[in-house]
């Protein structure tokens, strides 16, 4: 299946952008006369100069994969300001994104002193399992409760009321059960948090409209570091559980309570350090005492947005390159 847009940029700007995100996340692209193509987990972009600007056209094996990558360009597109009257040629204006899951509550449980684990219940939770370690939960806005986004003529998502009213926070899969169909995600409890307060008296056959998924990883690096507090304790305990025998290094986590200890399982040889919240203890500084190899290397971090700064300068100027880092902000303070 394909999709295509002609962005009314200029094509050398254009090209430059895709190629230093395609740097960034290590992604394979071949640079042809006039344009390139890149490779995706979801499928292939292929951008071409034409006279009056940059052609971008998508192809994927299905329609979700098509929506996945064709999401991915606009979210790095709008990132960028770029094109924003953007015209995709494959619309089926009306209908629901095709990675729009509507969910029923099973359970939420307090299952260690700072998480709830949710489970949710639904048909189509499959590609959750296999497509990306995230999603997000979508809470419409108090003006548009019982609306739901759908595609508009552009091929675009058309959010009611508007997607900067929309609270659209994001959550790992912890797991799925095929047989039953349920997915398992856990909620670090914190002050003032919606979700939170959400979680605290969510009740069974509640409906949750969920969205994804999202959010790959991709690195070959035999040696890794993940580091990362309570909100990506999910998403190491995801990578740790799919990572090859040959992988080695460190895991740290930071939590709250030495009670949100628990058992990863991994077939590789990362080792995990837990570590708990007080005086002194912070990621940035575990970082710092790291012995990073020269090469074949990957360090991961995830937290709060000013120490995932922090730990992104500090990588770079220990001489890693872009490719060798991915520093993500979970949440901000
Ligand atoms: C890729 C990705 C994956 C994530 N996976 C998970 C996950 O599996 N589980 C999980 O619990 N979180 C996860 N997070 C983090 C989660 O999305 C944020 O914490 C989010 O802000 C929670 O939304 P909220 O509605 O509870 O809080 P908001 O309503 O957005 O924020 C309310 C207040 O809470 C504060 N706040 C937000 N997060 C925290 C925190 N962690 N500690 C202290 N104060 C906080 C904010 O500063 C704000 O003042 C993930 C984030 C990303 C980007």
Same mark, same amino acid.
């Given at each position: ?8 940029? !200029? ?55 098509? =929506?996945? /990558?064709?999401?991915? $360009? ?14 995709? !040629? ?8 095709? +990675?729009?899951?509507?969910?029923? $509550? &099973? ?29 997000? /939960? ?5 003006? =548009?409760? #019982? ?49 939170? +307060? ?41 990578? /740790? ?7 080695? #290094? ?18 590789? +040889? ?35 947005? !000013?120490? $995932? +700064?922090?730990?992104? &300068?500090? /990588? ?18």
């Amino acid at each position: 299946m394909q999709t295509t847009t002609l962005l009314d940029v !200029s094509p050398v700007l254009g090209l430059q952008l895709i190629k230093d995100r395609a740097l960034e996340r290590s992604l394979l692209f071949e640079e042809r006369a006039g344009g390139l193509i890149l490779d995706l987990p979801f499928g292939q972009i292929c951008a071409t100069e034409e006279k009056s600007g940059l052609r971008l056209t998508l192809y994927a094996d299905d329609q979700m994969k098509l =929506h996945l /990558l064709q999401e991915a $360009v606009d979210h790095r597109l709008d990132e960028a300001a770029l094109a924003p009257q953007r015209q995709w !040629s494959l619309t089926r204006p009306g209908i629901a994104p095709p +990675n729009l899951t509507f969910t029923t $509550v &099973e359970s939420c449980d307090r299952i260690y002193p700072s998480y709830y684990r949710v489970r949710l219940s639904g048909l189509a939770l499959e590609r959750f399992s296999r497509d990306g370690l995230h999603f997000r /939960l979508l809470f419409p806005p108090e003006s =548009h409760l #019982g609306q739901w986004p759908f595609l508009a003529e552009s091929g675009r998502v058309e959010w009611p009321g508007g997607i900067s009213h929309w609270h659209r926070p994001v959550y790992t899969t912890r797991s799925v059960d095929l047989e039953r169909g349920t997915l398992d995600f856990d909620v670090f409890a914190h002050d003032g948090g919606r979700v939170t +307060n959400w979680c605290s008296t969510l009740r069974q056959g509640a409906e949750v409209a969920i969205m994804g998924p999202g959010g790959e990883w991709l690195t070959s690096a035999r040696w890794i570091a993940l580091l990362g507090d309570e909100t990506a304790l999910p998403a190491i305990a995801r990578v /740790l559980q799919d990572l090859p025998p040959e992988s080695e #290094g460190i895991a740290t986590i930071l939590t709250s309570d030495a009670g949100d200890k628990q058992e990863l399982p991994t077939k590789s +040889n990362v080792s995990v350090q837990w570590l708990v919240r007080g005086d002194g203890i912070c990621l940035v500084q575990e970082l710092k005492r790291l012995r990073i190899p020269d090469k074949d290397r990957f360090v991961w971090f995830a937290g709060e947005r !000013s120490e $995932v +700064n922090q730990a992104r &300068e500090m /990588l770079v100027s220990l001489g890693l390159r872009k490719e060798e880092v991915r520093a993500a902000s979970y949440w901000t303070r």
